[in-house]
């Protein structure tokens, strides 16, 4: 694919997203959208400067950019671990898939109370309410991209008398390391939704706290441009973990 052609894409993309910006203005103008509901882009434009100054911005984004990172480190290391687990062991996978994709549908930011009793009104709270919400994709994924991984070459594995954890990492990591980065991705979209949904629920620390500062004080500028620092940090993780992937899987 030559550099034209890949930037294409990212040209339609960004021309979609001023179109849409200059429609909502356009909307909002016209009075179709209640301005007292949604501000105009400029406005939320014009508040960026104002609260990256008077509301500590880079501060909090550290914030929630820490627990995102924290909870990350959690699926990786046991959304990872359990799904390698739970495929090596038929009849542990047996027993408990399907509550692990129970969970995967589950409303766990409604157990905030509990977490808050455990863990105490801490970042701690934050982390683990992030990790809950995203391990059951990670492990899910981890197990079906293990599980899809083509016959053929773990018979090739075995015909060079490959040990279990040779066979491993030499064929199935590999093999499944896309499926599990699809889990990775998607464990981390809820994992930031919860963490940003909790902050703001217990007004504790980062971005969450800040969009429920503004919102209190009912500054509509302000709280659609923090929300917009939250989708900055999701971007932000996005590229991380591609650029994570292209690094292990540099063939692809």
Same mark, same amino acid.
């Given at each position: 694919?030559?550099?034209?052609?890949?930037?294409?894409?990212?040209?339609?993309?960004? =021309?979609?997203?001023?179109?849409?910006?200059?429609?909502?203005?356009?909307?909002?103008?016209?009075?179709?959208?209640?301005?007292?509901?949604?501000?105009?882009?400029?406005?939320?434009?014009?508040?960026? $400067?104002?609260?990256?100054?008077?509301?500590?911005?880079?501060?909090?984004?550290?914030?929630?950019? !820490?627990?995102?990172?924290? @909870?990350?480190?959690?699926?990786?290391? #046991?959304?990872?671990?359990?799904?390698?687990?739970?495929?090596?062991?038929?009849?542990? %996978?047996?027993?408990?898939?399907?509550?692990?994709? @129970?969970?995967?549908?589950?409303?766990?930011?409604?157990?905030?109370?509990?977490?808050?009793?455990? #863990? =105490?009104?801490?970042?701690?709270?934050?982390?683990?309410?992030?990790?809950?919400? $995203?391990?059951?994709?990670?492990?899910?994924?981890?197990?079906?991209?293990?599980?899809?991984?083509?016959?053929?070459?773990?018979?090739?594995? !075995?015909?060079?008398?490959?040990?279990?954890?040779?066979?491993?990492?030499?064929?199935?990591?590999?093999?499944?390391?896309?499926?599990?980065?699809?889990?990775? !991705?998607?464990?981390?979209?809820?994992?930031?939704?919860?963490?940003?949904?909790?902050?703001?629920?217990?007004?504790? =620390?980062?971005? $969450?706290?800040?969009?429920?500062?503004?919102?209190?004080?009912?500054?509509?500028? =302000?709280?659609?441009?923090?929300?917009?620092?939250?989708?900055?940090?999701?971007?932000?993780?996005?590229?991380?973990?591609? !650029?994570?992937? %292209?690094?292990?899987?540099?063939?692809?």
């Amino acid at each position: 694919m030559t550099r034209a052609q890949r930037l294409v894409p990212l040209a339609l993309g960004l =021309g979609t997203l001023i179109v849409l910006i200059a429609l909502m203005e356009a909307l909002i103008r016209a009075g179709a959208i209640n301005k007292f509901i949604v501000p105009t882009p400029l406005e939320i434009a014009g508040a960026f $400067g104002r609260v990256i100054v008077e509301e500590d911005i880079p501060h909090r984004f550290l914030v929630t950019a !820490r627990e995102a990172l924290w @909870a990350a480190a959690l699926l990786v290391v #046991f959304g990872i671990g359990i799904g390698v687990l739970l495929y090596r062991v038929q009849l542990l %996978r047996d027993a408990t898939e399907t509550w692990v994709a @129970a969970l995967a549908s589950a409303p766990t930011v409604l157990m905030y109370p509990l977490f808050l009793v455990i #863990f =105490g009104r801490s970042e701690k709270t934050i982390i683990m309410m992030g990790f809950v919400a $995203g391990v059951p994709a990670v492990i899910l994924k981890t197990i079906e991209g293990l599980s899809g991984t083509r016959r053929v070459l773990i018979n090739v594995g !075995r015909s060079f008398n490959l040990t279990e954890l040779q066979l491993f990492w030499k064929i199935l990591f590999p093999a499944a390391l896309a499926t599990i980065f699809v889990g990775l !991705r998607l464990g981390m979209i809820f994992a930031l939704i919860n963490i940003v949904g909790v902050e703001f629920l217990i007004n504790f =620390g980062g971005l $969450g706290q800040l969009i429920n500062d503004l919102a209190e004080r009912y500054d509509l500028a =302000g709280t659609y441009a923090a929300i917009c620092f939250v989708i900055l940090v999701s971007v932000v993780f996005f590229f991380l973990t591609d !650029r994570l992937e %292209r690094w292990l899987r540099p063939a692809a």
